[in-house]
Structure formats: C-alpha cells, structure tokens
C-alpha cells in the first residue's frame, strides 16, 4: 500500500539531546513537508522540500534541521536550540500541481 | 500573523443534529479550501475541499459552504454520528511559484454524542 510512514510513534528526549524522526513515503510524490501540532494551535509548518538536495524554513524552522538526499526520505532532526520540543510531529507529502497533502500518522516527542 | 481563524475550537452535537464550524481568511489570493479531518493518535486525512468558483460542495453528509466577498467558508456535517467525532482542521492555499503552502486554521474538536 502506497503511503507515509513515520517512526519512531512514540520518542522520549532528555534535555539537551538531539533526536531525528523519520519520514518515508512511496507515494512517488515530489513535495514533502513537516509540521509540528500543539493543542488549540492547529500544525504549524516547520520544514518543506520540493525537489531532492533542497528545501525551505516554515514558519517554526527555528531549532529544527532537516535533509532530502532521497525524493522518498525527508527526515526531522529536533535539536537541542529548540526550547520546547515537546509536540505531536506530522510528515507530509504531495504532488507539485495540487493542494493535498498526504499525512503519516504522527510522532509524539516528550522532552523529559 | 494568523491568516485563517477557525471556530469555535470545541463543538458538542447529539447524534443525528448538524454540526456547523466556521473559518475565515484574510488573503485574497487564496484559491483553494480544504477540510481535514483528524482522529485521535492519526495524522489529518483530506476529506472535502472547494475552490472559489463554487458556493457550495456536497459529498454525502459533508458540505462546504463558500462566502468569496465575505472570506468566509463552513463546514456542514448533516445527521452527525459519533464516528464523526474528531479534530477538523480547515485551511487554505494559493498557487505561486513555491507550490500549494497550505495555511491551516486552530482546529475544532468535535465530539457527537450517542
């Protein structure tokens, strides 16, 4: 089945720590994107790419790292600069020509 | 700045009454308007969606209702059920040349009751 996998579900952090959260899709899609969820706040969009080897700030990028050496692969990495990590984490992806995005089913991060 | 505003942010309806939740935009330039549908521990699925050259799209008892001058749109869900119950998030995007960067709204929490 075509669709976006996300690992790990669940991610315990102590402070200081950096963590990656994986993304993977087989969607053949070209665009792929990470958000970030936190009650009464709706997902907020940290990272995006378009195409391999590129990619573009959301508007929370601040404290987070990415990279897209495979069209299929977009990982996470939530370094220690980001004050509070704590979150759900949602990947996306998407063709170019059209505005739906395709969710994986989310990674919560605790920072204990 | 928060270009779409969605409400209210949680939402009780009996089984079988219409649910109602409501955002606005701010960007004139936005062109396309989806309705996600999230439930617990899952990541947001599309479920119905609109473009501007439209007041009003119905799939099943899902309908958007879609006010250009008035920046306005609605999701209508009819004889809710409590398999509706979930987080519905609407949003917004316009073409340009960096892709379809959708803008979501707060999210409303919607829970049926038996």
């Known amino acids: 089945d075509g669709g976006i996998t996300q690992s790990p579900k669940y991610l315990f952090r102590k402070e200081g720590q950096n963590v990656t959260l994986s993304c993977e899709q087989n969607?053949?899609?070209?665009?792929m994107y990470w958000y970030r969820q936190d009650p009464g706040q709706g997902l907020r969009l940290i990272y995006y790419?378009?195409?391999?080897?590129?990619?573009q700030k959301g508007d929370i990028a601040e404290g987070y790292s990415v990279s897209r050496e495979k069209k299929e692969s977009f990982p996470l990495t939530v370094t220690s600069a980001q004050k509070n990590p704590t979150a759900f984490y949602l990947c996306?992806?998407?063709?170019?020509?059209?505005?739906?995005?395709?969710f994986g089913e989310g990674s919560r991060l605790t920072v204990l | 700045q928060q270009q779409v505003k969605q409400s209210p942010q949680s939402l009780i309806v009996q089984k079988g009454g219409i649910s109602i939740i409501n955002c606005a935009y701010e960007?004139?330039?936005?062109?396309?308007f989806p309705w996600y549908q999230q439930f617990p521990g899952k990541g947001p699925a599309l479920l119905i969606a609109?473009?501007?050259?439209?007041s009003e799209k119905k799939e099943g008892r899902f309908t958007i209702s879609f006010n250009k001058s008035a920046k306005q749109f609605s999701l209508h869900i009819m004889d809710s059920q409590p398999g509706d119950s979930a987080t519905y998030f609407c949003?917004?995007?316009?073409?340009?040349?960096?892709?379809?960067?959708?803008?979501f709204g707060g999210g409303t929490r919607l829970m049926v009751k038996p």
């Open positions: 996306a992806s998407s063709r170019l020509t059209t505005g739906e995005l395709f």
């Open positions: 969607l053949n899609h070209d665009a």
């Open positions: 790419s378009q195409i391999v080897n590129d990619f």
């Open positions: 960007n004139t330039a936005f062109d396309y």
């Open positions: 609109i473009r501007p050259d439209v």
């Open positions: 949003a917004a995007s316009m073409e340009n040349n960096a892709g379809n960067m959708l803008t």
